[in-house]
C-alpha cells in the first residue's frame, strides 16, 4: 500500500512536459504547474497566443512567470527522501521508435498520432485529445513517423482521396481543381479493392508456395547426386590408386628383371675376366722360360731341356674380344617406352569416353511439373498484320514458314519490315503458358511489348529492352534482352516451352523432351501486356505453336 502512495506522488509532481519531477516549478493562470524552463520553452515555440499543454487554455497576453516556493520546497523534500518521476527506459522513444513531440528532454514512445494536429503523443500528452471537447473530432491513428506524407503539400489538407488516372493519393480540393475530370475515389474505397487485389495475390502466393513444396524433392535430388558424385569419387580414386599400384609393381618387376641380368652378366664377364687373366699369367710364365732356356750355351743340355717341355695348351676363348657398345638394355627400355605409348593411347581414348559421361550427367529440374503448367496453356494465334514479308503463315495461323521469295502482303504499320518476325494476335498478361516445336536452322522464340520497333537494327527480338528472346541453334541456346547475350548449357531439344507470370514479373523458358529441363528464367517488372514472337533466318526454318491438351 505504501508502495502505491509513492506512485500517485510521482504522478501528482511530474512536469507533464518533460515526464520528470519538477524543477523550478511554476503554476499558471489556470492552475497547472510545470518546470518554469519546460513551459518558457514549450510557450517560446507558439507564435501568438499561449496556451496550456493540458487543458488547452489562452492566454493573452502571454502570463509572467514566477516560481511556486510552496512546490519548490516540497520537491526539495522530496528528493531528499530518494522520489523519482522519470519513466522506466522502455517508456523512452529509441532510434526506430516514433517519439512524442511534446516532450521535451528525453523523448518518450508515441501511442498515437494526431492527422489534425500533424503530431505524435505519448500517453500523458495525449489525454487533452481524449477529454476535450475540442480534440474529440480529430483523427488519430497509429504512431507514425511520416505524417507530413499525408498532407497535401498544395492545400495543406489530409489526403482522403485516391486519383485513378495518375496513381496517387489527393486531398478533396485536388479533386475539384488540378484533377478535376480524373478518375477519383476515396481513399477508403480504393483500399478496398487493392484488399481485394492483395488477398487474390496472397492465394496466388499460396498457391505457388504449394505448387514449389516440390522443392523437398529437389533436395533429396541434391542429397542424392552429393552422394553419388561422392562415392565416385571415392571409387575412381579406388581404382586409379589400384592402376598406379599396378604400375608400380610393374616397375618393380622390370627393375628386378634388370637387376637379375644385370648380375648375370656382370659374373659372367668377371668370370671371363678371371680365366684370362690366370691364362695371361701362365703365358708370362711360360714366356719367362722359354727366354731362360735360349739363354743356355750347352747345347746338349739345351736340347734336352727344350725336348722335356709341356706342350702350350690351347686357349679356351677368341683370339679376339669383341667388346659390345653400350646399348646392353636398349631393347627393355624400347619395351617399356612402347608400354608407355600404349598407355597414353588408352587414357586419351578413356578420357574422351569419361568426358562423354559427364555430358550424360543430366538434372532435369522440372519445377513446378507440366500438369502445372497444363491449366495455365493459352491458344495462340500469330497475326497477319505483323508478320514479315519473307514468313508464310498457315494451319489457322499457328505455323510460320521462311520464304525463299517475298510474300506480297498488304501495307500495315505494324508489320516488320528488316527482321523475319511476327507477333501473336492475342496480348497476355496474368499466367500464360505455350509451346513451340521447331525445324531448321535457327528460330527465335520471344515475347515482347505491342510498340516494339518494326524497322531498324534494334527491332530484332532481344536487341531493345521491349522482348525478351530464347534463340534456338540446332547444337545450342542463347539467351537476348536489350542486347545483352546469355549462353545456356543444356542438351538441345526440337520443343521450347515458354511460362509467363504477367504479374509476378516471372518468364522461363524450357526445353521439352521426355521431361522439362529450366532452360532460363528472368525476374523483372512487365509494364504492359506481352504478345508471344517467333522469329526465323534462314530457309527450310519452321515454327509452330503447339495445341496442348
Not at 489530409?158 to 480540393?173: A, E, G, S
Not at 511476327?422 to 515482347?448: F, K, N, P, Q
Not at 531439344?493 to 507470370?501: A, E, H, I, K, P
Request: charge should be neutral.
Amino acid at each position: 500500500m505504501a508502495q502505491k502512495g509513492v506512485d500517485l506522488d510521482q504522478e501528482t509532481f511530474s512536469c507533464s512536459i518533460c515526464l520528470d519531477l519538477l524543477k523550478d516549478p511554476v503554476t499558471i493562470p489556470c492552475g497547472h504547474s510545470y518546470c518554469m524552463k519546460c513551459i518558457q520553452r514549450f510557450w517560446d515555440e507558439e507564435e501568438k497566443i499561449h496556451s496550456c499543454p493540458q487543458c488547452r487554455k489562452t492566454f493573452t497576453p502571454r502570463p509572467v512567470l514566477v516560481k511556486n516556493t510552496m512546490l519548490a520546497a516540497l520537491m526539495e523534500q522530496l528528493k531528499k527522501t530518494g522520489l523519482q518521476a522519470a519513466p522506466a527506459d522502455h517508456c523512452y522513444a529509441g532510434p526506430e521508435d516514433v517519439s512524442c513531440d511534446f516532450c521535451s528532454g528525453r523523448k518518450v514512445k508515441a501511442i498515437k498520432s494526431c492527422l489534425n494536429c500533424l503530431a505524435s503523443y505519448c500517453e500523458k500528452h495525449l489525454q487533452p485529445h481524449l477529454d476535450a471537447a475540442p480534440f474529440k473530432k480529430h483523427k488519430l491513428e497509429e504512431p507514425s513517423k511520416n505524417l507530413q506524407e499525408k498532407i497535401c503539400s498544395i492545400h495543406d489538407e489530409v489526403m482522403k482521396m485516391f486519383c485513378r488516372t495518375d496513381q496517387k493519393c489527393i486531398c478533396y480540393l485536388c479533386s475539384v481543381d488540378e484533377h478535376r475530370g480524373h478518375d477519383t475515389v476515396s481513399a477508403a474505397a480504393e483500399r478496398t479493392e487493392r484488399q481485394r487485389d492483395l488477398e487474390e495475390s496472397q492465394q496466388q502466393i499460396q498457391q505457388r508456395i504449394q505448387d514449389r513444396e516440390e522443392v523437398k524433392l529437389l533436395q533429396q535430388e541434391v542429397e542424392a547426386i552429393n552422394h553419388s558424385a561422392d562415392q565416385t569419387v571415392k571409387d575412381s580414386e579406388e581404382i586409379f590408386t589400384q592402376m598406379i599400384r599396378l604400375i608400380q609393381k610393374r616397375s618393380c618387376d622390370v627393375k628386378q628383371q634388370i637387376r637379375s641380368q644385370q648380375q648375370t652378366e656382370v659374373s659372367r664377364v668377371k668370370d671371363l675376366q678371371e680365366e684370362l687373366e690366370q691364362e695371361i699369367t701362365e703365358l708370362k710364365r711360360r714366356d719367362a722360360e722359354l727366354k731362360q732356356l735360349s739363354l743356355t750355351e750347352d747345347h746338349s743340355q739345351f736340347l734336352l731341356n727344350y725336348v722335356s717341355l709341356p706342350p702350350l695348351r690351347e686357349s679356351t676363348h677368341s683370339s679376339s674380344i669383341n667388346v659390345r657398345p653400350l646399348r646392353y638394355f636398349e631393347e627393355v627400355t624400347a619395351a617399356v617406352s612402347e608400354l608407355r605409348d600404349k598407355l597414353k593411347d588408352i587414357l586419351r581414348e578413356e578420357r574422351t569416353n569419361i568426358s562423354m559421361a559427364f555430358t550424360r550427367v543430366d538434372v532435369l529440374l522440372s519445377e513446378p511439373r507440366p500438369k502445372s503448367f497444363l491449366k495455365y496453356s493459352c491458344q495462340i494465334t500469330l497475326d497477319q498484320n505483323t508478320v514479315h514479308s519473307i514468313l508464310l503463315l498457315s494451319e489457322e495461323n499457328r505455323k510460320v514458314t521462311f520464304l525463299e521469295n517475298h510474300k506480297s502482303y498488304s501495307y500495315h504499320l505494324d508489320r516488320f519490315r528488316d527482321y523475319g518476325l511476327v507477333l501473336s494476335r492475342e496480348s497476355l498478361t496474368g499466367r500464360c503458358y505455350w509451346e513451340v516445336e521447331r525445324r531448321g536452322s535457327y528460330v527465335c522464340v520471344a515475347v515482347a511489348y505491342k510498340n516494339i520497333s518494326r524497322s531498324g537494327d534494334e527491332s530484332g527480338f532481344g536487341l531493345n529492352d521491349k522482348s525478351w528472346a530464347l534463340d534456338c541453334y540446332p547444337d545450342r541456346f542463347l539467351f537476348r534482352h536489350n542486347s545483352i547475350e546469355t549462353s545456356i548449357s543444356a542438351r538441345v531439344s526440337s520443343r521450347v516451352g515458354v511460362y509467363l507470370d504477367h504479374r509476378a514479373g516471372v518468364l522461363s523458358f524450357y526445353s521439352i523432351s521426355e521431361s522439362m529441363t529450366l532452360l532460363h528464367r528472368v525476374q523483372t517488372t512487365f509494364t504492359q501486356p506481352l504478345h508471344a514472337g517467333v522469329g526465323l533466318d534462314y530457309a527450310k526454318d519452321i515454327a509452330v505453336l503447339c495445341k496442348l491438351k
